[in-house]
């Protein structure tokens, strides 16, 4: 079970630091103080913080079921955050690329 909360961790944190990442760089970044942004550094620390505690997942398991698992799952977030928080398109497209990935975690998982 604690393992699984760190994958979870981790997922979240990388996640959150990519939509961190947008905030900071939405708008001009030409002046100096646009570097110093909260959200700039919230998402340095998210990343420092996945990169920690996906370390640790990795001695847990499998990395061939892992690391997909994970990217897939960040992918599926990211998606879905950058619709809701910055109005991205949600497409057809982009649903059935989040249905094939999860498709294809369910069938890495079955094979572990």
């Given at each position: ?14 996640a ?18 646009a ?23 990795y ?7 892992i ?16 619709h ?29």
């Amino acid at each position: 079970m604690k393992s699984l909360i760190l994958v979870i961790l981790a997922v979240c944190c990388n996640a959150g630091a990519q939509v961190a990442l947008k905030q900071a760089a939405m708008g001009e970044l030409g002046h100096w103080q646009a570097w110093f942004k909260p959200s700039l550094f919230l998402g340095a620390g998210l990343y420092v913080t996945s990169f920690i505690v996906t370390v640790k997942v990795y001695a847990d398991y499998d990395l061939s079921l892992i690391s997909p698992v994970m990217a897939g799952a960040i992918f599926v977030l990211v998606t879905i955050a950058a619709h809701f928080l910055f109005a991205e398109s949600l497409s057809f497209s982009k649903l059935a690329g989040i249905a094939c990935i999860v498709a294809g975690i369910a069938l890495l998982a079955r094979g572990h």
